[in-house]
């Protein structure tokens, strides 16, 4: 199996006005369909956000795009756990990873942001065998073309 990178995007007004900037992957069927990543991780970076709901901090921007490029990158180089979503606004940026192992995921978190001061992130996980939390978000898919 091929890890593609395919993505589309869409964007949902909250009830405050602002919007959250949403990110699905779209490709990864066959890893779905291996049982295999019956795990869902969350991580969440809170953030001080500017009127739109994004973050106010340039640095710190910048900073979660270094982040979440290098968890992408040691987490999917051997498919411990592939990144499906990224949900960014209300003072919150939100990577949904579907996952093989939580207690090695964590594991390689740790190794991964090892040298960065602490973040202001905090992880959730929890049983998903029918991913049902990746099917909707497919659900967004189309609804802004």
């Known amino acids: 199996m091929v890890l593609t990178d395919n993505w589309f995007t869409a964007l949902s007004e909250n009830e405050d006005g602002s919007y959250t900037f949403i990110s699905g992957r779209t490709g990864i069927d066959a890893f779905i369909a291996s049982g295999k990543l ?21 640095h710190e921007a910048e900073l979660m795009e270094e982040v979440e490029e290098k968890l992408r990158h040691a987490m999917e180089k051997d498919k411990l756990a592939i990144l499906t979503g990224i949900y960014t606004g209300q003072g919150s940026r939100q990577w949904v990873y579907i996952c093989r192992n939580t207690k090695a995921f964590g594991e390689r978190l740790n190794d991964t942001l090892q040298g960065y001061p602490q973040l202001p992130i905090h992880i959730y996980a929890e049983q998903d065998p029918e991913n049902q939390e990746y099917k909707e978000l497919l659900e967004l898919k189309g609804q802004d073309d």
């Open 38 to 58: 019956k795990e869902r991780l969350e991580v969440t970076w809170e953030y001080k956000p500017d009127d739109k709901g994004l973050p106010a901090d340039d």
